[in-house]
């Protein structure tokens, strides 16, 4: 994979989440990121602060940088306790944020998105665990 595929694909763990970014100027805007394109040009929404606003677009020249406020959720860490139940039939799919499980469940960050029957019912339950185990964890931590 070259250099700068990977770095878009890292980019785009950003987008949906909770973002501090910092100009070239000083300024800083905490809020979501909507969008943004490899020169760094991105769009912020729910600004807090100071600076509040609904939108925000910023030129990528104008960006020192960004800083990922949350954890990003862990697909490889879920297909590791989904395998766990159903071993070898498991595969993560980076490319479309999803965990296959026998071909025929889809598993995302949101939950089970397709499949049914028992073999459903037990990724989600699983997924249901992982974020339960997921949330203690977050408020075990020191602030």
């Known amino acids: 994979m070259s250099a700068s595929r990977r770095f878009a694909e890292e980019l785009s763990t950003f987008v949906g989440r909770k973002v501090s970014v910092e100009t070239v100027d000083g300024k800083k805007y905490d809020g979501t990121l ?32 960004i800083k990922l406020m949350e954890r990003p959720f862990d697909l490889k860490a ?26 025929k469940i889809k598993v995302t960050e949101s939950g089970v998105v397709e499949g049914t029957g028992p073999s459903g019912e037990k990724v989600r339950q699983i997924y249901d665990e992982y974020l339960r185990n997921l949330r203690k964890s977050s408020t075990q931590q020191p602030s």
């Not at 943004?36 to 960006?63: C, D, M, P, T």
């Not at 297909?79 to 595969?91: C, E, K, M, S, W």
Request: proline share 2%; no cysteine; aromatic share 4%.
């Open 34 to 65: 909507l969008g943004i394109q490899e020169n760094l040009s991105l769009i912020l929404s729910g600004i807090e602060g100071e600076e509040r606003s609904f939108k925000l677009a910023i030129g990528g020249h104008s960006v020192r940088e």
């Open 78 to 103: 879920l297909a590791d306790a989904i395998n766990r139940a159903f071993p070898g039939l498991v595969r993560v799919r980076d490319d479309i944020g999803a965990i296959i499980v026998m071909d």
